[in-house]
């Protein structure tokens, strides 16, 4: 299949360099290995999967970007979720097609475009973020990595710790998400709007932020079966010679805490291993 104007790609040389290209555009030229590659050229003879020989010499693989690829390459104010902490919540917090989830801060979009294209078809998202500055970056990001979605994802500028911010008329939400620096101080507004048996997933940097955040959630009575966990992921390398883990690893990024919501107050049930 050949490549539209507008498109993301991914040329892969042989020596394992790699060049991105954002959007093609008509009338661009990207270098390649200090070759300046026409844009036209590429949507016209690139096929995804198919070795393209340069007109200069030389050869390319061309790949569409797969969406962890692209939210690593995305414009970002903020801090962002990685792919790999990403592919944990996203299981984790069990998001399904046809939920109401939502998230807060929206930060750089990065999660955003992962819970939509998660809670379709029939579901929604909606963000709550204190920083219009963060939320239109972030809304700039989703439309480029979700340029056809249905328009299932809202936005709300407002402080996720205000007491204020949801009315009695608001609606219940199957999954509740937070990337914030204090999520404990959101635990009276996602007793407003989470289902009972809805899910409420954090995720915070340091030990003390969870520490402080099970003990407030415990206190409760509402919210059970707390969970943390981090994620390590280490690429490995084999070649003829070697078999070996990679040199570099990202190191520690974030915790992922869950637990469940209950009604009225009960003693806390503790989360143990199943097996
Ligand atoms: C680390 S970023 C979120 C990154 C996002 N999950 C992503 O993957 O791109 C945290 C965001 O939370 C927002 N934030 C911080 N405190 C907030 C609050 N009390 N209410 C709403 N948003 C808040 C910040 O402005 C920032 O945009």
């Not at 393209?52 to 104010?77: F, I, Q």
């Not at 999660?111 to 970056?137: D, F, I, K, N, Q």
């Not at 608001?170 to 620096?181: A, H, K, M, T, W």
Request: overall charge neutral; aromatic content about 6%.
């Amino acid at each position: 299949m050949s490549f539209l104007p507008g498109e993301p790609l991914i040329l892969y040389m042989p020596n394992g360099r790699v060049v991105s290209i954002a959007a093609l555009r008509p009338g661009s030229k990207t270098h390649v290995d200090g070759t300046p590659v026409p844009h036209s050229y590429l949507m016209e003879e690139a096929r995804e999967g198919v070795p393209l020989v340069l007109e200069k010499g030389g050869w390319v693989l061309p790949l569409r970007p797969t969406h962890a690829e692209s939210l690593s390459n995305l414009k970002r104010r903020t801090q962002i979720i990685y792919p790999k902490d990403q592919g944990l919540i996203l299981l984790w917090a069990d998001i399904r097609p046809g939920q109401r989830v939502l998230e807060s801060g929206i930060g750089s979009g990065a999660l955003t475009v992962s819970l939509l294209r998660m809670v379709r078809p029939g579901g929604c998202v909606l963000s709550v973020e204190r920083r219009a500055e963060h939320a239109e970056e972030a809304v700039r990001n989703v439309a480029i990595l979700d340029p056809a979605g249905p328009p299932d994802h809202e936005l709300r500028i407002g402080d996720m710790y205000d007491q204020d911010l949801f009315g009695s008329g608001e609606r219940l939400f199957d999954r509740v998400i937070l990337d914030l620096p204090e999520p404990w101080k959101a635990i009276d507004n996602v007793r407003k709007i989470l289902r009972p048996g809805g899910i409420l997933l954090t995720y915070v940097p340091t030990p003390l932020q969870v520490h402080t955040l099970s003990l407030a959630l415990q206190e409760t009575g509402h919210f059970h079966l707390i969970r943390t966990v981090e994620s390590i992921v280490r690429d490995w390398e084999f070649g003829p010679q070697s078999v070996r883990p990679a040199h570099r690893i990202i190191g520690h990024t974030g915790f992922v805490t869950t637990c469940r919501f209950a009604s009225e107050p009960r003693p806390y049930i503790p989360w143990e291993a199943p097996f």
